[in-house]
């Protein structure tokens, strides 16, 4: 079946500091993945996405590349900032079925202190 | 952009009562879902639905119920509410189009029930 499993958090670095969060699927399709990013109080917000192999989604200084061979997405940051502060989802949807359905993570608490 | 809207940011209700919970979305998107967030256990979708009229059970369906009348809207009931049933009630939507299904969240609900 589907399903992600991403990094327990909750992950606590000082501004400025390095951040990767790992994400790895098991898919019985093609999937299309994505990271999601809920600051506090408010809904989901795509961060960015990747739809095949080798794809790399950016946004906002976030990157992360669909790696295939290692059934991986792994969601890195050069240099964070208090501002980047939320929880993050990593996600797939199986693109062979028309229902559309999003498989999430269970979602990655960052704290970013100044 | 897209908006998902949904009718209530807060609120609270007494055990037993039947709960209703609205979202709209104005992109013309064939899917719409249903999902509870709670600590620790992520998001976890309770229906969606891939057209009007048109519904399917999620991972956790029990003692809800849905209702999509109108494509840009998808109603989540609470037959009877429960204790166990105070959550983050968040509502999202995806087009069929592109098939990547990326989808689009509204603010979410938060209900307490007493």
């Known amino acids: 079946g589907n399903s992600v499993t991403q990094m327990e958090g909750p992950v606590t670095l000082s501004e400025e500091a390095f951040l990767t969060i790992n994400c790895t699927y098991t898919?019985?399709?093609?999937?299309?993945l994505f990271w999601y990013v809920q600051y506090p109080g408010e809904g989901l917000q795509l961060l960015l996405k990747?739809?095949?192999?080798?794809d790399k989604g950016s946004n906002k200084g976030f990157e992360a590349t669909y790696r295939k061979e290692t059934t991986s997405f792994h969601l890195e940051k050069g240099s964070v900032q208090v501002s980047d502060s939320a929880v993050y989802f990593c996600?797939?949807?199986?693109?062979?079925?028309?229902?559309?359905?999003?498989?999430f993570g269970r979602g990655t608490q960052l704290t970013v202190w100044p | 952009d897209v908006k998902v809207t949904q009718s209530s940011r807060y609120l609270v209700k007494r055990t037993g009562e039947k709960v209703f919970l609205e979202c709209v979305q104005d992109?013309?998107?064939?899917?719409m879902f249903w999902y509870r967030q709670d600590p620790g256990l992520g998001l976890r979708l309770i229906y969606f639905?891939?057209?009007?009229?048109?519904?399917e059970k999620g991972d956790i369906p029990e003692g809800y119920s849905v209702s999509r009348e109108k494509k840009e809207r998808f109603s989540l009931i609470l037959e009877s509410a429960s204790t166990n049933q105070t959550s983050m009630y968040l509502c999202?939507?995806?087009?069929?189009?592109?098939?990547?299904?990326?989808?689009?969240f509204g603010p979410g609900t938060r209900l307490t029930v007493t």
């Open positions: 996600a797939l949807s199986d693109r062979g079925s028309t229902l559309g359905r999003l498989y």
């Open positions: 639905s891939y057209d009007v009229k048109m519904k």
């Open positions: 992109m013309d998107h064939e899917n």
């Open positions: 990747a739809t095949k192999a080798d």
């Open positions: 999202a939507s995806s087009s069929h189009g592109t098939g990547v299904y990326e989808q689009y």
């Open positions: 898919a019985t399709g093609y999937p299309s």
